[in-house]
């Protein structure tokens, strides 16, 4: 029998947590109104209500980095290799989120506050800051692709950032997680825009359909730069921020056992979405490769929108500048928002968007205080934004492979997964992806700091 949604939050709120009623009550109506698509048989409804946290970690992962990589990677070397690349690494991506929505649905705890529980202080403080470092560092290189798409347009810097932040902060101030939700995923509808952009660029369908039935051979050979890209799209794909964001989301969602099919349909709806995405900025800067045009001095968005107006019309490039600006400001609410997760978690604070700013002003103090330490970096007058970027580029696959090991082991804990821990094959595919990732941080990092090495 349907409970009705009095009876529902008799059930889901914890009367020992008055501080915590108005978010369980929250999340209680939002769950009275899954039960009333899943008891009425309506299964796109169903879906809808249930779809958030998988779409966003994957659109989000999409960032102003993540796209700079695909059209730099477009521009150097064309479709034929790196297209079928991009869909392993989005498949990876996968086999990592899918995970984290199966630990989130059984424990209802986020990745910060389980890892604290479960093995101890030290690890807990330890994933909590190495997460919020790495995070502030990221949030830099969003406003670095705000501030460089929105100059594509002639909007000043600091107008750029300010509205930005403004926007993040509204949003983030919308009084509940659905209402947030929502938000953020109709604007990253927005990360869509490099598709028709793809499509002004005139591609050639025949080659494209054979880069994705054909893996193309190396294009010049292992070389540095090379190598550089190969990485990079690695590291555009799978970060740790990702695993914090869609457990703690999922938590925060208020998803059970029951939700588990659509939370998988969530990740992979996701990772079809973002890997289209990502193919089609390589595509809409693949005229850069065609034509020979050089791309060294391309540092930013705008410069690859002002390099790709003869190939794309106004339309075209006017559509990728947007794409980029969509792609920061995406990015900055949900990384914003894992860091909140991951401080209230481990410190034992609120860590909810079901909580009000009265309620819970640390974990708003903790999004907005990254956002803007982000922001006034970006402003800082003749930063070394690009090496900055490189950098951030380079922590986040290093950080990669600790995150991933303390994934596997949460996930094979039959203490606290029962039957949703591991199987055999998710262990193999898992430990593939840690093993790869350990290996592709080690290698970016030597390269990195020892360029030399490949060129000999």
Known sequence: MLLSKERLRALWIRPWAPQGWDEDRKRADDRARVLRARARRRPFLLLFLLVGPGVLVMLGENDGPSMLSYATTGATYGIGFFVPFIILTFAMAYIVQEATVRIGIVTHRGHAELIYQRFGPFWGNFAMLDLSVGNVLTLITEFVAIRAGTAFFGIAPWVAVTMAVVFSVAVLLSGRYFAWERIVLLLATANLLFIPAAAFSHPDFAALTRALGTWQPLPGGAHGAFLTLVLANIGATVTPWMIFFQQSATVDKGLTRLDLPQGRIDTALGMCLAAIVAIAAVVASA???????????????????????????????????????????????????????????????????NLTLRQEPFFYAINLASIVVAAAVVLIPRAPLLAITIAVNVIATLLMAPALLFLLLLVNDREIMGNLANSRIANVAGGAVTIGIAVVGAVYGVVTAFPQLLAQ
Do not use: C, K, Q
């Open 287 to 353: 005229p850069l490769f065609t034509h020979h045009v050089g791309v060294a001095g391309l540092a930013n968005s705008a410069d690859f929108a002002t390099a790709l107006r003869p190939f794309l019309g106004a339309t075209g490039v006017t559509l990728f500048a947007l794409g980029m600006i969509e792609a920061g400001l995406v990015a900055t609410m949900t990384i914003s928002t894992s860091s909140s997760y991951a401080v209230g978690e481990v410190l034992r604070r609120g860590h909810s968007l």
